[in-house]
């Protein structure tokens, strides 16, 4: 089962719900999909390894047998090609890969070659969890590649939680697109409350069944409380605004290896979220 | 006409909140709301919205299903998985390459306008804002992005205004780039958490890689204080300043609930450490205010 955890608002509590929930499941994966910041391992300290390099795929221009026709710079809707009175210029990182230069040029003058996206890192040997990552490179653009090759790694036999990047964008789409299940992690406060309501906008448009986490709960008003009785969506869990929290958050520890307890309420929410999707599996038949 | 991003790496470290407290400091600036997916400032500002226009991203293809004859050389060359086994378009997939159009035998692909979102010129009790709201699970927000400046820039024309302070997305990919690039100055505020300092370094690298001059604000620097020491050390080396530390309040999420600026929320309150805060964000503002003069147009 593939469970991710997303918010429409950055630095609701993502990370800390993906790391505390694989913590407390045993046989489980965990991804880090928020590769233009990932932060899962600065909690886990594992040793990683390159398992995968994410490239694209990006023309190389023969000037020498390039006619200059124009017919590649005019077709490319990414701009990433301009051609010169004496040359066709190329701009690596507004390609998209697509190949339409390469498949138009009637010179056959362009071959294709590969640039580099990013990475894709495994903790070493055996890791409890599972745990990989992406790591999109510094001044790339091409976040949703990344995600996707990533996800390559899913195990379908062990429970996957995807630690899913913030927005609505298609990096968003990307992480979450094809999972079982989606935790909407927010805080009651009206930037939360507003973002969140665009997640649901969003899991809703993909059809996955979702609940509702409110981190830092007493903070803010009952506004997300009112909203998910109104909306029918399940509150799956309430994780207080506890300094002790917070503090074992700013120093990189998953708070449930200090509040063991806590084990406890993550394994009932993953009950929860099994019976959810068997009450919507009925529904349906 | 200067320009100002503020950005974080991390998200929730409290750029909209400084980024609005900016707002209704500055005597002559536009607010342009770059963080277009999950944008926030509209409920501290509340923007009347004067214009509107549709937003076109990408095209999307469509087959026409009478011209196609399922002979399946689009799906061999979609390089994005976007043509599923019934040969209709994915609209999350597609990402307007128009590789198909070309490769169809039939000529049954064609590529039509999306309506990717809409972007705003407006009013606020704190002048002109230009902001934008991208369609969920929309591609290119960084065009967005781009977008909602170059209309920040009109605006700043026709109103004789002489800064754009801009409120930037989290992350480093399309829109932060998007939103830093050609910028005079970018304010990242950061927070001393070990993926605040993290997500820092990160962000720090993609603006060094743009060459653009660079300050750091802490927020809540006293929920860690050796953390903060870090960042301080960190951006010593890299010879960026440190031009304020801000302390953990209540205050940011009181105003918030009040959809008040910290600076008008702190008007009519009697708490002293609550206007110590505000004269602390006053202080961050001036400062920003002499380098951004100190930089030539």
Known sequence: MKIAIASGKGGTGKTTVSLNLALSLSDVQLFDCDVEEPNCNLFLGFDLEKVEDVVCPVPVINQEKCSICRQCSDFCRYNALAALPDRVLFFPSLCHGCGGCAVL???????ESQRSLGVIEKAKGESSPEF??????IGETMTSSVIKTLKKYIDDRKTAILDAPPGTACPVIASIGDVDYCVLVTESTPFGFHDLRLAVDVVRSLKVPFGVIINRWGLGDSRVEEYCKAEGIPILLKIPNDLKIAELYSRGIPFVREMPEWNEKFLGMFEAIKLQLADTEEART | MKQLTVISGKGGTGKTTLTAAFASLAKNAIIADCDVDASDMHLI????????EDYCGLEVARIDPELCIECGKCREFCRYGAIDDNFEVDPYGCEGCAVCTI????????????????FFSSDTRFGPMAHA?????EETSGKLVSVVRSNAKKLAEQYHKDLIIIDGPPGTGCSAISAITGADLVLVVSEPTVSGVHD????????????????????????????????ENFCAKLGISVIGKLPYNDIVTKAMLQEKTLIEYVKSSECLNESEFADQICQIWTRVEKILMSIQD
Do not use: W
């Open chain 2, 103 to 118: 490769i169809c035998p039939k000529g049954a692909v064609s590529m039509e306008k999306r309506v990717s979102g809409q």
């Open chain 2, 133 to 137: 709201r991208l369609g969920v699970g």
């Open chain 1, 132 to 137: 990989y990552r992406g790591l999109l490179n």
């Open chain 1, 105 to 111: 040029c009637s010179e056959k003058a362009i071959q």
């Open chain 2, 45 to 52: 500002l509340k923007p009347k919205i004067l214009e509107k």
């Open chain 2, 200 to 231: 820092l370094k990160r962000v720090l690298e993609l603006i060094v890689h743009f060459m653009i001059p660079t300050v750091v604000c802490i927020n809540k620097y006293d929920i860690n204080e050796e953390n903060t020491q870090l960042i």
